[in-house]
Structure formats: C-alpha cells, structure tokens
C-alpha cells in the first residue's frame, strides 16, 4: 500500500493529452514538493518534474505537471509510443522523515 | 555526465549481511545529497534510505530502520549501504540515486543503473 495514489494505469492515441494523478495528505504533498518519475520498460526511473513543476534539462515541454492541496498532476500532450512507461510520483513526508512514492501509473499508447 | 554504479549485490540467506557500494562520477560528490531506492522486479519504487552532502543528516524506512546503515566516503565518491539481518522481503533491485541538492528532502535526480539482492534460503 503506497502512501501516495495513483492510477494504476493510463491510456491514449498518438497526439493526446493524458494526465496522471497523485494524491497525497498534508504531511507529504500538502507541505512538500512533488516530483515525477518516468520508468521506461527495463531502465532506472529518470526524473521527470521537481519542485511541483519544474522541468530538468533534456525534458521535452510535453511534459507539464501541477500542484493543488495535497494533489498532484502529470500531463503529457502531443502523445508518443516512446512516452510509453511507468510514471511515478513522490515527495518527501515531514511527519515520516521519509521519501514516498506512488504506487505507479501504467501509460499505455494505443 | 552523471554516473553512479552500484555494486555488491548477489543471492545471499536470510539474516545474513550485504554491503553495496555506488561509485560516483561526473560531478562534485561533496555537493549533493544521495539515497538508496529500492525496486521489486514490476513493482512500485520504495525508498530505502538517505544521506545529506556532509552526513550530518540520515534518514532511514521504517522497513529497514536499526537493520540498515547507509554512509558515504568524500575520498572514494561513494556511498554505501550496509544490510544486515537480510529478510526474504529485501529482495529487490537496489538503485543508487542523486539528489537535486545538498538535503535529503530535495527532490532524487539521477539514478544508476541498480543492484540486485536477492534474499533466499
């Protein structure tokens, strides 16, 4: 049982828009930043959004993600098949004095 | 370009010991804070363990709290984790990862490649 939320999984055509959700509580998404990682198939995660919605360089602007409360959103528009990963959230928790993570969305690209 | 290698997993007893090493390259070592995240094979991400830049802060999971030491090495650039008391649900894929600054709080960047440590009688 992750302390985060997430879908498990998540679909689209080539092209679209999809958003992937993370829900938290006020000790870790409430009073913390969020991040999101993409996990593609046989690889280490690579860090995807910091700071809520701050892209890393070599990130595509395809990639967007938001904060509001103790939820979080990863989007992803203009759809590619290479965009076809696990995509997890995570932020630190103040009250655990730990990282925690979502449990994982699959993305699927029709 | 940022590499971190880990090493020192292998197919080990329960209640055993391990200690994996991750060997730091590409950037200035002393400057950031590192972690140690585990993976289940198709599973989700579990974070093990974590460092701030001068090892003045730890932090640990409860799942591995008073088993696990993590520790790191300016001289060498590595960081280290020392598993004792193995159990059966330590088995995973063991990622050596960066942080974005020098806390443990900041957000994990960059991750090596992983580890695997497989726990099993």
């Known amino acids: 049982q992750s302390v985060l939320t997430q879908p498990p999984s998540a679909s689209g055509t080539p092209g679209q828009r999809v958003t992937i959700s993370c829900s938290g509580s006020?000790?870790?998404?409430?009073?913390?930043?969020v991040c999101w990682f993409q996990q593609l198939p046989g690889t280490a995660p690579r860090l995807l959004i910091y700071r809520n919605n701050e892209r890393p360089s070599g990130v595509p602007d395809r990639f967007s993600a938001s904060k509001s409360g103790t939820s979080g959103s990863l989007a992803i528009s203009g759809l590619r098949s290479e965009d076809e990963a696990d995509y997890f959230c995570g932020a630190w928790d103040d009250s655990l004095s730990l990282w925690v993570f979502g449990g994982g969305t699959r993305l699927t690209v029709l | 370009e940022v590499q971190l290698v880990e090493s020192g997993g292998g197919l080990v007893q329960p209640g055993t010991s391990l200690r994996l090493s991750c060997a730091a390259s590409?950037?200035?070592?002393?400057?950031?804070?590192m972690h140690w995240v585990r993976q289940v094979p198709g599973k989700g991400l579990e974070w093990v363990s974590g460092i701030s830049w001068n090892s003045v802060y730890i932090a640990y999971a409860d799942s591995v709290k008073g088993r696990f030491t993590i520790s790191r090495d300016k001289a060498k650039k590595s960081l280290y984790l020392q598993m004792n008391s193995l159990k059966t649900e330590d088995t995973a894929l063991y990622y050596c990862a960066r942080g974005i600054g020098v806390v443990v709080p900041a957000a994990i960047g960059s991750w090596g490649q992983g580890v695997l440590v497989t726990v099993s009688s």
């Open positions: 006020n000790s870790n998404i409430g009073n913390s930043f």
């Open positions: 590409g950037f200035t070592f002393d400057d950031y804070a």
